[in-house]
């Protein structure tokens, strides 16, 4: 993406401002005007004082002191509108672009780090903050200012204003080379602050392994490694900035010389006046001047051009699931849900699942089992709509989940995860996700339906406890007991349960358990490879293996087909010291079925 139409994007983001950005061009061409009517005043006075003719030079004066006033005050007008107008839309931007990546698929998160995409979304928003604020503070002012400049100069005297333009062309000339010679090492430079943003969060994020494994040294010499890389990348770019800003002090000077020089020579032949000398000695300094805010603003915008970069790609990252036109929102749904062929690839090449078809009737149990990779997730995924399949369709009461609002079906289903996932707030925040307005009775009851009510009351602030970074200061049961409270709380008429018991031990896996069974009854529910304690009584199992169903049935049936399900519930009870599948075995002894 090319400087201008980086810049061009930047102002676009500008959206309900726009009125007021344009109201402060325009006030930027008035000051840009206005201000040069007092090199023209202070040239005149001096001819004024300088002829024999008995010409008064207060009004003059009188003039100078208005405009001075008049460009003083505008320019503070300006100054506040646009600090107001840059801080109101950096907070709207950076809101916009958080929904934005919120709403991102799974996929993109998966690929993304959060440090990164952080990073990004910080960095982007102040880069564009710092670019309107200066733009409309003094940039623009100094563009318009040259553009006015140079047309006045000319009708002053044209032979004077060939310095001036030589000036320009020279400017123009220096900082072009050194755009184009330190764009791409200004690109690896970002490059290298967002490695050092992700090194940095991964190693926090992991604090209990890296102090576990003793790995601080290594983690702080890896990050002083990326760091010097940083700054090996950072120094060219540096100096050659540097050069461009000793250049700009040398042209003061060689400037204002060369006019006084010209014009002490025009002034001998009588094509100039003293007064336009001071004239022009004060139009070469308002214009190093403004050159040199013109220069910065290039720079600015060279040094935020890959943080805006990224910026942007994200933000022009598509959602690959999104509602269509004609989408609805029905209220809450009954649950009967119908999979037909559902055929969808991750890469066009495989399929994660293949020709899958199943139903699953209100209130009933669906138990989805099979080796790693085998379809089971992606399945689920494709209900709630994590993506769309390449043919075939699922329907929810026989509508196309397509033909509803994301929003609409999400609130139909509840999930509760292997890893119980938990904001950095309290405990009540916690349960309100997925249903903001519950009382603080709804909490208690569904807390109590968990088997959680006990050690939330133990709590040094009860709901109000705060459960740290990830829930990281519960328990894993208290924090799985939570999540599936928060289940219950919502009241979705469909149920995912995604390995909910698997990392638990066996007495925290009975609380579990029971909530479980509670918050199961009457919803339409689908369990990926549970333990048999749950999946034993489902109304159906389903046995995956290379994205397709090959075994469909109740445990029962399928250990007496002795097909590939019961194989693995052979190797299960093996390893518990069971007897051979097809005996009777409590239900207490519960064990997995691998998946």
């Known amino acids: 993406m090319s400087l201008f139409r980086l810049y061009t994007r930047v102002l676009e983001l500008l959206g309900k401002e726009t009125r007021l950005a344009i109201i402060l061009a325009v006030a930027n061409l008035i000051l840009a005007a206005a201000q040069f009517a007092e090199p023209v005043l202070f040239g005149r006075i001096v001819d004024v004082l300088s002829s024999t003719t008995a010409q008064s030079a207060w009004p003059l004066l ?18 506040l509108h646009s600090d107001r107008l840059a801080h109101r839309q950096r907070q709207a931007v950076l809101s916009s672009y958080f929904e934005h990546i919120l709403q991102l698929p799974l996929t993109f998160h998966t690929g993304t780090h959060s440090g990164r995409l952080m990073k990004v979304m910080v960095n982007g928003t102040d880069a564009l903050w710092r670019l309107w604020l200066g733009f409309f503070r003094e940039h623009f002012a100094a563009i318009l200012s040259v553009i006015v400049l140079l047309p006045l100069s000319l009708v002053v005297n044209w032979r004077l204003a060939i310095l001036l333009f030589l000036l320009c062309i020279v400017f123009t000339a220096i900082t072009t080379f050194v755009v184009r010679k330190t764009y791409g090492m200004q690109s690896q430079v970002e490059e290298h602050y967002s490695d050092l943003s992700a090194r940095a969060s991964d190693a926090i994020g992991n604090i209990a392994l890296v102090q576990s494994f003793v790995r601080v040294e290594a983690e702080v010499q890896g990050l002083r490694f990326l760091a010097d890389n940083l700054l090996s990348a950072q120094m060219p770019v540096l100096s050659w900035w540097a050069l461009v800003t000793i250049i700009t002090k040398a042209s003061t000077t060689l400037t204002v010389l060369a006019i006084f020089t010209l014009g002490i020579a025009l002034h001998q032949q009588g094509l100039t006046s003293v007064g336009e000398i001071v004239m022009f000695v004060s139009f070469a300094t308002i214009l190093i001047q403004k050159l040199e805010q013109v220069v910065a603003f290039v720079n600015n915008l060279f040094m935020e051009a ?22 609805i929102d029905v209220g809450r749904l009954a649950g009967l849900v119908e999979f037909h062929d559902v055929t969808f690839s991750y890469d066009g090449k495989r399929s994660a699942v293949a020709d899958l078809s199943f139903s699953a009737l209100p209130g009933q149990t669906i138990a989805l089992v099979g080796p790693t990779g085998a379809g089971k997730s992606t399945a689920i995924a494709l209900l709630h709509r994590a993506f769309d399949p390449q043919s075939g369709f699922i329907k929810i009461d026989g509508m196309d989940v397509r033909g509803l609002k994301l929003a609409a079906l999400r609130r139909n289903i509840g999930v509760v995860f292997q890893e119980a996932l938990l904001f950095n707030r309290s405990i009540a925040d916690n349960l309100r996700v997925g249903r903001p307005d519950a009382t603080e009775e709804d909490l208690r009851k569904a807390a109590t339906r968990a088997q959680a009510l006990e050690f939330i009351e133990r709590a040094e602030h009860g709901f109000d406890t705060n459960v740290g970074e990830r829930g990281r200061l519960l328990s894993g049961g208290e924090r799985q007991r939570l999540s599936i409270a928060r289940a219950l709380l919502k009241d979705p008429p469909i149920l995912i349960l995604d390995e909910a018991t698997s990392a638990l031990d066996a007495v925290t896996e009975a609380k579990v358990n029971a909530a479980l069974d509670e918050v199961m009854k009457g919803r339409t529910t689908f369990v990926i490879a549970h333990r048999l304690s749950t999946i034993r009584h489902a109304t159906r199992i389903l046995l995956f293996e290379n994205g397709r169903v090959i075994e469909s049935g109740t445990f029962d049936e399928l250990v007496a087909k002795g097909g590939r399900f019961s194989e693995l519930a052979r190797a299960q009870f093996m390893l518990q010291g069971a007897q051979q599948p097809g005996t009777q075995k409590p239900e207490s002894g519960a064990a997995a079925v691998q998946a």
């Open 62 to 79: 009188g003039a100078w002191v208005a405009f001075g006033l008049f460009t003083m005050a505008a320019g503070a007008a300006v100054a």
């Open 306 to 327: 890959p943080k805006l970069q990224e910026f942007f790609k994200v933000l022009d990252q598509v959602p690959a699931v999104h509602d269509r036109a004609d989408a």
